[in-house]
């Protein structure tokens, strides 16, 4: 995994390039690929890398700290296979999934050989919702047919395949999971143009596809989500890694560009790289112990994952702000580095759940009550 | 001058263009024109509109709701018009430029024609350090010869006439101010591509040209920046009510969209909204304070001039970071107003005076010392 | 009213020594007596100044800057007397009170002959919820008999008459209003210790007397709190003036220290009080334009007594803290003055209302709804 | 060590008191004395707890939760054994201190047979700079005379031996250390009466005592803080934990307070609970990553320890200010816990580093320089 920090200035000089064009960062991808980084998620017994999540978070961070948006692909990739990894066989048991480990290792077994997984649950104007999620199944001879209507799908076009979540025609209440490669039936559609994060290309995609049994994930309808439910970690946590490295990316632009003309004597440079660096190491530490305890089955995990989320999203957008005014008026200009970290930073804190959600949830937690029933609802 | 608060829908409906392509606001400069506007600090007595600048303020925050590249290009104008409007005769006389009270009226006389007026003054790598100055002039027959390479010339290839300073060649201490219309050797360097107020198109312009007699600003050499030394609040204070006026669009345009998405309840939000509706009110508060002292030439004008400035940029900066935090992840889609509000402001506190400069200017202030002399240096 | 700037620097003298004992400020009263300050809302025809509420907040502003004690006691007063003094006679006639002009004149003239008048409306446990006030008062042979417990009176058993809020024991929607004369019957408990503002001496008062027909204020029952309904300023925008003539003497005493100890050219306090310096000039800039609309009767005059309350709690805590930061470990040492004015600044938000309260309010003003009627509930 | 925690309640129950009155916190010392904690600091093999730094900076944490003042004074004692535990046996002998381990082992030993050691190494007006000490030793028959005026002495009076700094009369440069007993020539000057931290009773002190030769630390003159050199945590990470502790202590309060008085509901409460609480656990994050740093001997170890004290001292005093404005008005009474952590966590960024000099010197490392060479001096 040490193969990620040497990439990092590779990543940056591509850039530029693909935040103006917000185009797919082939290159970081290949190289992810030929270091095996696809697989980090999966078990040694299947040739991953087998990370722990702790391992994961630290090669987040210096992705986000190479480009954001490679970071925050390259996260959906990992949170499937990481879940996935990470489900209890007890719970594909009990729901009579025979076939789950098989079925499961096949699609971390990809990822080793180098495919690249999207996720493709949100639909337009339903957010997280899944009560009014539109996308539907049926099953039929030799199968399932499945439309869906996707948004935000990042990595949209470049996946190999993506995870999409439908309900059964016949039994709305019954949502399933599919992994479906990318086919015909796949359309992307570009909608995706963006103040930051642009080079995710979480486009719109539909999906018009006649699927064989074994995209069935796990090998039973019903099982939704089974990632989300038991690891709200890869929905928060994950995502604060990229924007902390997002933050310590403008840190390191700005010293550069404050050493090159020579302001590194004046005072409200210093106090601000000074007062940045803190707050970002602060964010970083957060997050790390957060990350140990998910891999520790601590139950004060989840709160040290909101804790992460909300100081990663906050400290992204006030020291990318505060960055630009060390490097002064240049900064504005396409080209530097930190106009562009900038907008990158800024999406942080707006990804659910946002600050605002997560410090009501802090609060809650802290008041005794139980954060997951009665903090402001908000996405 | 009501006239530029009934503008500001329809500004507004052109920024996104302007914005996404970097072009110069032609609409809307042709409603200022035809309002009259261009001749705003021209006195009655010469058919202008004889604002004081407490008026002015009010017109470039509106503006600044509307399309703050369009309040920046126009502060341009009004700062060239102003100070000349503003200049007392008694130094012009002392310096002899028997000709000057012509030819500043006829100056001022064109702008009530509807005539637009950039200013060309800095130069790369030079920042305002006028020692550093390259461009030069010499006398010729009929007049002078300039050649000068400017940047950030706000309205470039679309003022009708530059205002331009330079050296003497022979004698390089003796720096003069030349208006030069917009003719074949005025040539425009398209290198304005920024991330915020795009539509500026301060790009670089060089000069060279044979200029009559009557371009020499005062009819004598040596009277540089007249405006300048005089009227500091038009390289700080007017650039402050542009900034303000794009805080305010930012509130205005969070309010809209929380209210159609039915968010109002949402405590969050509220709390947002007051918290930047306070400080943008304190900033604009605090401005017209500043504007009243400057026309009425109290001594303390200039202390209220900088906390503006500082006020502006920074409740800019933050209100519309915030504002994109009330309208959630859609505020980052191109076409969000917020998205465009929050890259322009990001502009403000990163322009002369920046505001650790005002910091310090008001510290070393509130220290009784003189901030002109003491106070830490920048740009 | 100049005077109030000139008792300044003897005012500070005492404060310090006040703050301790929590003692009424008798030498600083003394002074606004002799001055003829008492007198400073009652109208010309009454040999009073006769100040509006925009030269009073500068008066108010003088008196933080001396000791905030003083002026938030003074404050009650000024209260009582401008809101008397600004009441339409009409609404007194339509309720039938043909003695009012007349009785309302006598309170008058009382102050401009030295009498100091408290406000005793708030119950412990009842704050400004009038439906749970226990006070109550039975009509008797020659008049009333009133017992009340009332709380927070500054000034209490140093005023010379008391305005009494209390329920008709046979009819208890009614609430009337008297003013009692300090008398035998007003007993002071000396409940008030606390952090901050020690010296306003903001005691328990318990009241059992039988007052004359001339003391029920207006000279009819069922008039409460004519002030309040019509004059929200007094309950908000005057306490908004005190704290920031606190914060700006914290700026003051911050940079005579800094001088004293060669600190001046140190960036972090240059930096520091610049930016205190700014945001305290905003908060009174915007209180300043608050109390010309409020005198102008312009119905924008709640919102921006809402902004200046907000930004004026805000302000004096913040900077006072940061220019503790200026004069370092010193500052917490008794005597110096900035451990009294941060203690004492850091009431201001959590008075009525508080920031909190504020900030909900103006956010639903900005969201065009009706603060009153929706903003979020707290005291 | 999991005494500490069981302790906190009965800490707070006698805080009130302490602070009040500024009397030393005994009980609690007796209760740290009791669960042998005054030989936290000390090696196994010379039965003391032998913690780790890590370990010891929870301890601090949770003192710091119980009462700031024991926290403060119990952390010169941790520092004189920790300091002493751990400098290299290798430095003493190459300065010829051939007494050096039994001397030490004597120190320590005595501290796990319950005696409490102060620290008297700064001067008034003197601060840390060794150069301008006045304190003086001589040689004299049967070991040496010292007469020494020293300030912020915590725990005067009550500290059974203290760590004296002193020149050599004859030779200016030869600074020493002394561990001088409380006996008769040690007088204590109350002359610490302040805002916060009341109980630490940092009084100055006076020595003027003849000493065996067995009181000269590690046997050998000129051994100058054998601690500060190579353990600068002992003088910034330490104090970074008590206030950390007293900022969640704050959070504890005012959470309880909201929820006996039904606040829990309210948003701004449960928001400001959560940001809080963010904050105060990513600085006790980056707190606990210094200290296994500095356990480690990892050469970033330092620039984690200013980046906790940074952190600390901005949480603690940030965090208690808006503590308050959840409890509301009540939070200013006397008795109120949150008044005085309020006023205790003030103190945190004014002791050295402060918080402007560790942004300083965090921004220099930033910048790549040597912060210990060219960062702002301050104290």
Redesign the interface.
């Known amino acids: 995994m040490r193969e990620v920090r040497q990439m990092v200035p590779r990543m940056r000089e591509r850039a530029f390039e693909h935040d103006r064009d917000a185009s797919f960062p082939k290159a970081d991808f290949t190289e992810l690929r030929e270091a095996g980084l696809l697989g980090i998620m999966v078990p040694g017994r299947l040739k991953g890398l087998g990370a722990t999540f702790r391992e994961y978070v630290d090669v987040a961070y210096h992705l986000g700290r190479g480009n954001g948006a490679t970071g925050l692909i390259f996260n959906m990739h990992a949170g499937v296979t990481g879940a996935l990894a990470t489900a209890p066989d007890e719970l594909a048991e009990e729901l009579g999934a025979a076939d789950y480990p098989a079925r499961r290792d096949e699609i971390l077994t990809g990822a080793v050989n180098g495919s690249l997984y999207a996720v493709a649950m949100s639909e337009r104007g339903v957010g997280s919702r899944l009560s009014k999620m539109t996308s539907r199944y049926t099953r039929v001879d030799g199968g399932f047919h499945l439309t869906a209507d996707k948004a935000f799908v990042s990595g949209a076009g470049y996946a190999d395949a993506y995870l999409v979540a439908a309900r059964n025609t016949e039994n709305p209440d019954t949502v399933s999971q599919f992994l479906v490669p990318a086919t015909d039936g796949v359309t992307v559609d570009p909608t995706w143009?963006?103040?930051?994060?642009r080079a995710t290309g979480s486009h719109d995609v539909h999906f018009d596809v006649t699927l064989p049994p074994a995209a069935l994930v796990g090998g039973v309808e019903g099982i939704t989500m089974l990632a989300a439910q038991i690891a709200p970690h890869w929905m928060v946590a994950s995502y604060a890694a990229v924007y902390i490295g997002v933050a310590r990316a403008a840190?390191e632009s700005a010293?550069e560009q404050?050493?090159q003309r020579n302001l590194?004597a004046?005072?409200?440079?210093?106090?601000?790289?000074?007062?940045?660096?803190?707050?970002v190491?602060?964010?970083l530490?957060?997050l790390?112990?957060a990350a140990s305890l998910v891999d520790a089955g601590d139950p004060d995990a989840s709160t040290?994952v909101?804790?992460a989320k909300?100081?990663a999203g906050d400290a992204a957008?006030d020291t990318t702000?505060s960055m630009?005014?060390v490097a002064?008026?240049s900064?504005?200009?396409?080209?530097n580095p930190l106009?562009r970290l900038?907008?990158d930073a800024?999406?942080g804190?707006?990804?659910?759940a946002?600050?605002?959600v997560?410090?009501?949830?802090?609060?809650?937690?802290?008041?005794?009550?139980d954060p997951y029933a009665t903090?402001?609802p908000?996405?």
Chains 1, 2, 3, 4 share one sequence.
């Open positions: 143009d963006t103040m930051g994060m840190i010293a404050a050493n590194a004046l005072p409200s440079v210093r106090t601000r790289l000074g007062r940045a660096d803190a707050a190491s602060a964010a530490s957060t790390r112990h040290w909101w804790r909300l100081l957008a702000a630009m005014e002064g008026a900064a504005i200009r396409s080209g106009e900038f907008r800024r999406c804190a707006l990804q659910p946002t600050s605002d997560c410090a009501d949830w802090l609060g809650v937690a802290a008041l005794g009550g903090s402001e908000r996405w």
